[in-house]
């Protein structure tokens, strides 16, 4: 029970990880566009979108749980994120909504799974699995 929820705890590291480079590489190149800042941003905004992309593929779960789960993190994260670098504070509702929606994504990943279910651990791919000829 006790690996569960270390490996939950490693999940939600991801997921926050993932979140962190997602929101922060689209705002850097939001505040490009929108706001005028020097395109040095856009670049770097670009780059920390690819490590969004990557982050995810070493979850312990499916894919399909994987992105579902982590868009109820990506609510929270977005709201804080606008608080924090924006100043603009979420209303009541949204963390009412927001803390429904992450709960519920703990919950998703928490649970104890089957094999039918879909858990696996994250393959690390090599270039000796796959003929290139």
Known sequence: MLSNWIRVI??????????????GGGWLVWKVRKDGWHWVFFIVGSLVLVLYGIIPTF????FGRTYAVYGGFFIG???FWGWVFDS????????????????ACIV??????????????????????????
């Open 77 to 79: 994260l977005s709201l």
């Open 59 to 62: 979850q312990s779960q499916p």
């Open 88 to 103: 603009q504070r979420p209303d009541k509702w949204d963390f009412i909504c927001s803390a429904i929606a992450v709960s």
């Open 10 to 23: 490693a999940d939600i590291g991801l997921f926050v990880g993932a979140g962190l480079c997602e929101i």
């Open 108 to 133: 998703m990943i928490s649970v104890p799974r089957n094999r039918e279910a879909g858990m696996y651990q994250p393959a690390v791919p090599s270039f000796e699995d796959h003929d290139f000829t």
